[in-house]
Structures are given as structure tokens and as C-alpha cells.
């Protein structure tokens, strides 16, 4: 993360004999290509490497106090996919909806929020 120089030769060279996916390509090349945002996801990385939340814990939470829960996901995300939160509705189905947007990993970006607030009303 603070010489990345090496990793954009060697993942150009990939790119140029199409060993790595375009969108894998495309996000290196803006994460990691500009220093800020290379920090900022560098802190992100690190912080979230922390968390460990107790599912278990919180499905039983979400039953005894009837929480609504809506997880929303991106359709062509290739990071965090849907099959994710599908298992973790089970158990908690009458309380757990799962909505699928026009999106990619930037699922929380300002251009999808009135496809977020639709899905929620029509959900709710």
C-alpha cells in the first residue's frame, strides 16, 4: 500500500493479456492510484478487520424485538454478493428482506438513492 508501483506493472501486464477482469482492473487503478484514496481504504481495511459481529446473537434479536431488517445489495457486485445475505436470513425470513439494486459495490453512492428509497417503500 505505500509502494504500489511494482503491483500496477505487474497488474497492467495482466490486464494487457487479459488475465485480469476489466472491473478488478478499474478499481486497483482507482483505489490504489490515488494516494488519499489509497490511505483512506488502507484505514478502512484495517479498522474493519475488527469487527466480528455475533450473528447468531443479532437474528436472535432481531425475533424477539420483530425488527425489520432490509439488506440491500448491489446486482454486479463482485465483492459483496447477495448469496451473503440470503444466508443470513435464514431463520429471521418474516423480518429480513433482501433488495437488489442497479448497482455495483457502491451500493450506498448519492446516483442510487431513489432506486434505495423505491425498493425500501415497496418493500416496507
Given at each position: 500500500m505505500k509502494h504500489?508501483?511494482?503491483?500496477?506493472?505487474?497488474?497492467?501486464?495482466?490486464?494487457?493479456?487479459?488475465l485480469v477482469n476489466v472491473s478488478i482492473y478499474k478499481?486497483?487503478?482507482?483505489y490504489i492510484g490515488d494516494p488519499v484514496v489509497r490511505?483512506?481504504?488502507?484505514?478502512?481495511?484495517?479498522?474493519?478487520?475488527?469487527?466480528?459481529?455475533?450473528?447468531p446473537l443479532i437474528k436472535s434479536l432481531v425475533r424477539r424485538f420483530k425488527t425489520?431488517?432490509?439488506?440491500?445489495?448491489?446486482?454486479?457486485d463482485r465483492i459483496i454478493?447477495?448469496?451473503?445475505?440470503?444466508k443470513f436470513s435464514r431463520g429471521?425470513?418474516?423480518?429480513?428482506r433482501i433488495v437488489i439494486i442497479?448497482?455495483?459495490h457502491q451500493v450506498l453512492h448519492e446516483k442510487h438513492a431513489i432506486a434505495i428509497v423505491n425498493?425500501?417503500?415497496?418493500?416496507?
Open positions: 504500489p508501483g511494482w503491483f500496477f506493472g505487474f497488474l497492467k501486464g495482466l490486464n494487457k493479456l487479459r478499481f486497483v487503478r482507482h490511505r483512506q481504504l488502507y484505514e478502512r481495511w484495517t479498522t474493519l478487520r475488527k469487527l466480528k459481529p455475533r450473528i425489520p431488517v432490509w439488506l440491500i445489495y448491489g446486482q454486479h454478493l447477495p448469496v451473503r445475505g440470503e429471521i425470513e418474516d423480518h429480513c442497479e448497482s455495483g425498493a425500501l417503500k415497496a418493500e416496507g
